[in-house]
């Protein structure tokens, strides 16, 4: 029986990956995508079922892709892509930029998941939910306080939908990328103060050797979202090239080293400051 899926962000990067993968196998696709000429280029591709244009932290625009997805065939499948990346810290926060963070990489996941599992509820059948979340779900890192703690409660997210749910057959997972070629990650690089030494950073942390390509994570979240994954429930899943299985150093950020005592070990730190 075919069975539709929701997937947020899809319009490029790992959300278009996932989409397009998804059709191939079989799900009736409706993608929703905040910019409008991104969301056309998805819909021209073959197979997508339907494309919504707005926010994927909007519940409103949330309620009517699960109606658009069910009218295609009954809801299956959530996957809650949508993302920010913005740079930010505790001493120097940027209020805006913080709000943002948490809205569409939290709040955004949590009110797609309740649409799905009301879904799920009301046509009393099983489902799946998949979240991306990233490696800053299980590792700091220096520069993306919000970035890191919205991640981090996806986690949380993740193992409360398994638990509630699961008497139900709602099964929830989510996958933690570590630095996939996307334009979202070219953009984060090219923002960052060093964007030579961000790029190096970001490849050196992957002891397979380099960077994750989108139809890695695309894979994953296929096998999440079919029946060969019926018993993996709860679980948040590193697709990270083994970078989380190791430590790397962090220099203190360049604006607080002046802060330092001259005799501090950090201002001889051999790792260059973020």
């Not at 943002?100 to 009393?124: C, H, K, Y």
């Not at 942390?205 to 994953?220: C, K, N, T, Y």
């Not at 080293?257 to 201002?267: E, F, G, I, S, W």
Request: aromatic share 6%.
């Amino acid at each position: 029986m075919t069975r539709s899926v929701v997937v947020t962000g899809a319009g490029r990067g790992i959300g278009r990956a996932i989409a397009e993968r998804l059709v191939t196998d079989g799900w009736a696709v409706v993608g929703l995508e905040w910019d409008p000429a991104t969301a056309a280029d998805l819909a021209a591709h073959p197979g997508i079922a339907e494309v919504l244009t707005g926010d994927a932290a909007d519940r409103d625009v949330l309620a009517e892709a699960a109606a658009r997805a069910t009218a295609h065939a009954p809801l299956g499948g959530w996957v809650s892509n949508a993302a920010v990346i913005r740079f930010g810290n505790l001493h120097d926060p940027v209020p805006a930029e913080v709000d943002e963070t948490i809205r569409v990489n939290l709040m955004g996941p949590f009110w797609g998941a309740s649409q799905a599992v009301r879904t799920f509820l009301d046509q009393r059948s099983p489902g799946s939910i998949v979240t991306i979340s990233s490696i800053h779900a299980r590792a700091a890192f220096n520069g993306y306080a919000a970035y890191d703690v919205a991640k981090g409660g996806v986690s949380a997210l993740t193992r409360y939908l398994a638990s509630e749910y699961g008497p139900f057959g709602i099964r929830a997972n989510a996958i933690e990328p570590g630095g996939i070629r996307t334009a979202m990650n070219a953009a984060a690089i090219a923002a960052s103060p060093d964007p030579a030494h961000a790029a190096r950073e970001m490849a050196a942390i992957h002891p397979l050797g380099r960077m994750g390509e989108p139809r890695e994570i695309a894979a994953v979240a296929a096998f999440l979202l079919s029946d060969e994954a019926s018993f993996v429930s709860g679980e948040s899943i590193a697709v990270d090239g083994a970078s989380t299985t190791r430590c790397w150093p962090y220099a203190p950020a360049a604006d607080l080293l002046d802060r330092l005592p001259a005799d501090h070990p950090a201002r001889h730190s051999p790792v260059d400051p973020v």
